[in-house]
């Protein structure tokens, strides 16, 4: 930490320069839509461009690739803006890319009217992530979808196949009633 006056050396000051800008739209159109459509029906609007991504997806710049039949398959191209203070990729942003795959495969397969809500997640660290390691995939997909619960798994691979990240979530299932 910098002290107040305390001046800059010149790496610091190039550091100083290091910027990210992004917007995002209004959470609650999304949140409206999810308890009016289907599962699949949300995401193929979310892919269409007819419903905004979550604001949590451009926070971190992760994108949806495919979120179909109880399969959610995301992308993330590690950069310093994810890191932590020891320099790799911070495992909350790891963590957040595998509960987000485990979600949406759920989801996907729930009807109109019904959503979820993660009880809890299990990540296994496997390998550093850093902004060298190159475009990783998240695939989650759904191991059991009950009446009332769910359980899904997500596998964080690199380009070379390798495996950087797993995790096991449960999630709980709210029906409408009737």
């Given at each position: 930490m910098q002290e107040s006056g305390q001046q800059l050396d010149g790496q610091a000051l190039q550091d100083a320069g290091r910027q990210r800008a992004y917007s995002?739209?209004?959470p609650a159109i999304t949140a409206a839509a999810a308890r009016q459509l289907s599962g699949q029906e949300?995401?193929?609007a979310m892919t269409r461009g007819t419903l905004p991504r979550p604001p949590v997806a451009e926070t971190l710049g992760f994108v949806p690739v495919s979120v179909r039949?109880?399969?959610?398959i995301f992308?993330?191209?590690p950069a310093e803006f994810h890191?932590?203070?020891?320099?790799?990729?911070h495992g909350g942003v790891i963590s957040t890319l595998c509960d987000s795959a485990c979600g949406c495969a759920v989801h996907s397969l729930l009807p109109a009217g019904a959503y979820y809500t993660s009880l809890d997640l299990s990540v296994k660290f496997?390998?550093?992530v850093t902004a060298t390691t190159g475009a990783l995939?998240?695939?989650g997909t759904v191991t059991h979808l009950g009446s009332r619960s769910a359980l899904a798994?997500?596998?964080l691979t690199g380009a070379d196949g390798k495996l950087y990240a797993q995790a096991t979530s449960s999630c709980m299932i709210f029906r409408p009633a009737g």
């Open positions: 995002w739209e209004d949300f995401f193929d039949d109880g399969v959610a992308e993330l191209v890191y932590n203070p020891i320099g790799s990729v496997l390998r550093p995939t998240c695939e798994q997500a596998r």
